[in-house]
């Protein structure tokens, strides 16, 4: 697969042999040239790097899972998921895939041809300097980067060094300083000096991983001196919470412990504190980078929970008398009730704690997805999609709701209510995923080789395992509890037109799907979500794309035109080097329709998603969470996909929402369109102007769009007439966020069905089969319901000898030539008056009814609302 984070099949045998490394829990690993990824589900690395795109990531093995009911993971002959040989999602030419940003891979008329750019929307590793693309003609190579090298290993262990701060290029913070008084923060808040606000800050906590070999695993002797400590005042607006936080420079690669956060709220009954972070150890998975991986097994740790139980301390600070809560590490049947499967200390600013609870148990959906483990300790799991995105939330204590729920600690748009987030620090666990499941799923049989058993807590933790005092722990400090999403980002007063309510499920299909919803009102039937900006830089770096602002203001004024009630755009301009412009000006048009979060975190690794170091896209991964978790509680419907990608009611239907009314008659959560290229039609783009350069010799053309045509008729030229065969594995989806608990760009990754035991399932009446596959979804019926038309746009380079390759009787022709009305491929060869060899079909209906629809909405100046 391709994208971010995904590519290759399984684990990767490097150097052509395979070593079992086991550090951490019994011997240190050292990762060179000839590492060597897990050998369970390990293939050998045969794939070269493709240029991907910005926005719309393929991953790899997910959709569907081996319909064997075997239990045996051992017979599984080392693929994970009946799926693992899916391609890259980018159309393939000559064996490399060319752009594809989803909704940001148009090359505008001011696009740079053949220029490389350094350092965009990417944090660059130290030591990495002009990395070219695998891609690239002048850089081929199927190993990677060449000169990608890591700061020495040993530096990330020696005390003070930064820990992986040093290879993400970056030195010790300037205000990293021991634990101590804080000078009071001043600033003027509604006129008045705000001068004791409680300052964001991180507890850097030393981490020995050599403990880790000891069994029972030794208590922490940690103190407050031996925090460091960060702080970040600069984290001060709850409407600029998702731009002022510290994402790009986080505490993490310091103490990988403390999770890499890329967003947090409240949900909307003000019951929890929702975070949305990522796996930071995926950002970079290659071979050169065993020792920084790591560093950061802390940061998968996370990930899986830990059973604890509460015990009074008789000795507090200083050796005084305590009365204060402390956490012990346990068994599952010790575990206090609400602590069974936790991770985190949540400690308010009012005093009280809770204990976090996970979206979805990890393991388990490894389990029913068949794959050998959830994590390796090499690194090498970036193709498991699930354990990208670490999604935990913090229990509101019962006195705090209401006030949370109502937002009243916001004042100003500050808060004035926090929570500190305390890490419970044990070993990543590695291997199958069945040797700790929690309680709930009891009755899953324990898989695995003879050599391997059951995670034994009282043997690796022993029996008395107290956690330090809060005071003496790492911890992220003074988190803002901020107001409900609707209340921070939506005016209450517009666009309540659009509000329906939500049926809920039936009988019949809450007892299908083994869970009820309440029947409660909905603001909106159907939300969309992008994360987008204004420019961007491909994969590699490799083109500048600049027309994304004339792009958005059409793929937004077509969706509303279709039935869409609310768009959320997670914008992403700011992160780019040339940035400054952002989409401000497009989203303020549409008042009330249009929800735009400044969104500035740059994605960690802008590579491909196949080869070694595989992308990661960290920013569009967390964005897509956020929007789902703030706002899809808000909706029926919810679809996230991208401004080239347009989802258009066919046959007797003129909106989405009578489609997904239908949808739920039948019972279906989720919604998949299914995805081909379209071509531009050569006579509604501007007239060819032909230039040679060292890529080109033989001359090419910038495929540009006339200004007084839409995007959406010039690329109304199909491949296939429907229903298309010949397909891109890119679907897009529109799902019951209600239903869906991770969605990953393509796929309905977890659900609330995939999520039950054996025994809730069979109390469902729900067949049960250890390999999940999702039984409410449809592909939808592209003639008669609705289908995707995917404008994504051909660049310069793509057009290399057209004026021959599009003459010839099977031509290798990316740009459009229709088929005359009546005529197909099964007529042979059919060619235009100009001697051009037809290539695409048009589609009627969008043709004849959404153009003119699109053209008479855009014709119609819509004035930014004044401030």
Known sequence: GGGGGGGGAGNKILGGRAIRRNFGGGGQAAFGSDAAAEAGGAEIDESSDVD???????????????????????????????????????????????????????????????????????????????AVDDDDERADNEEGI????????????????????????????????????????????????????????????????????????PARSTSSATLKVREY????????????????????????????????????????????????RRCQSGKDYGELKRFLQP???????????????????????????RYRLSTHDEADPDAVATRFICRFSTGQETLSVFNFDYDYHTYRKRYKSTFTEEGFDNHILWNSQLLFKCPVPEELIETVNAGTSVIDDEATLFVDLVPIRTPPRYGYPTQFLQPRYKSVPMVGADDEFEFDAEREWGKEHILPEIGSSGRWENLP??????????????????????????????????????????????????????????????????DNVKRLKEWAEFHFLSGFDHIVIYDNSEAQEDGGATLEPITSQFPGKITRINWPSKVCNNRPGTGDNKGERSSQ??????????????????????????????????????????????????????????????????????????????????PKVQDDVTFMQTYNCDQERPPRKNLMPA???????????????????????????????????????RGYKELAVKIVDEEK???????????????????????????????????????????????????????????????????PKLEAALSIKLEPQAQ
């Open 146 to 217: 060449d000169d990608a090298k890591v700061v020495d290993a040993g530096a990330i262990h020696e005390e003070g060094s930064g820990g992986a701060r040093a290879i993400f290029g970056r030195a010790d913070a300037q205000n990293t300083k021991a634990d101590g008084p804080t000078p009071p923060a001043t600033k003027r808040t509604g006129g008045a000096l705000l001068s004791d606000r409680p300052v964001l800050k991180a507890y850097i906590e030393p981490i020995d991983q050599d403990d880790w070999k000891i069994k029972p695993l």
């Open 481 to 546: 509890i901020c107001k409900p999403s609707l209340m921070t980002y939506v005016d209450d007063e517009s666009g309540n037109e659009n509000r329906g309510k939500d049926k809920g499920l039936t009988l019949s299909q809450e007892k299908e799907v083994g869970y009820t919803t309440d029947n409660e009102e909905k603001r909106w039937k159907t939300i969309a979500c992008t994360w987008t900006s204004a420019s961007f830089f491909t994969r590699g770096e490799r083109r500048h794309v600049t």
């Open 52 to 130: 991907g795109s910005n926005g719309d990531d393929q991953e790899e093995g997910e959709e569907g899972a081996q319909d064997d009911d075997d239990d045996n993971i051992d017979d599984d002959d080392d693929k994970p998921a009946a799926d693992d040989d899916e391609t890259d999602n980018d159309d393939l030419d000559d064996g490399r895939a060319e752009d594809a940003r989803g909704d940001e891979n148009a090359i505008g008329n001011n696009a740079d041809a053949g220029m490389k750019f350094k350092g965009r929307n990417v944090v660059q590793p130290f030591q990495i300097h002009n």
């Open 299 to 325: 940061n998968v740790a996370l990930f899986q929970h830990v059973p604890v139980k509460r015990v009074e301390s008789g000795v507090g600070k200083d050796g005084a008398a305590s009365k204060a809560t």
């Open 785 to 851: 319901e609705a289908t995707m038309l995917h404008t994504k746009s051909v660049v310069w380079d793509q057009t290399k000898k057209w004026e021959k390759a599009c003459k010839l009787n099977n031509p290798i022709c990316k740009v459009g030539f229709p088929f005359p009305d009546g005529k197909d491929r099964s007529d042979g060869v059919v060619r235009n008056e100009d001697g051009y060899t037809c290539n695409c079909f048009v589609n009627k209906k969008i043709e004849s009814v959404w153009v």
């Open 621 to 702: 991964y967390a964005a897509e969470s956020s929007c789902r978790l703030r706002f899809g509680e808000h909706s029926e419907w919810l679809g996230s996909f991208d401004i080239d990608e347009y989802m258009v009611p066919m046959g007797d239907y003129m909106s989405m929402a009578d489609i997904l009314s239908d949808m739920d008659k039948q019972g279906v959560k989720i919604l998949t369109f299914q995805s081909m290229r379209a071509w531009p039609r050569m006579e509604l783009l501007e007239k060819p102007e032909k230039f040679v350069n060292e890529r080109c010799p033989e001359g090419c053309f910038h």
């Open 233 to 280: 005042p600069e984290v001060d607006s709850c409407r600029r919470l998702t731009e002022q936080f510290p994402i790009d420079d986080p505490p993490t690669d310091e103490d990988p412990f403390l999770p890499w956060i890329h967003d947090l709220f409240p949900t909307s009954d003000g019951k929890y504190i929702q975070f949305v972070a990522q796996n930071r």
């Open 731 to 769: 679907e897009k989806q529109i799902y019951r966020p209600s239903y869906v608990t991770l969605h990953f760009v393509h796929y309905s990754t977890v659900t609330k069905v995939s999520q039950l035991s054996k025994e809730e399932t069979e109390q469902a009446g729900i067949d049960w089969r």
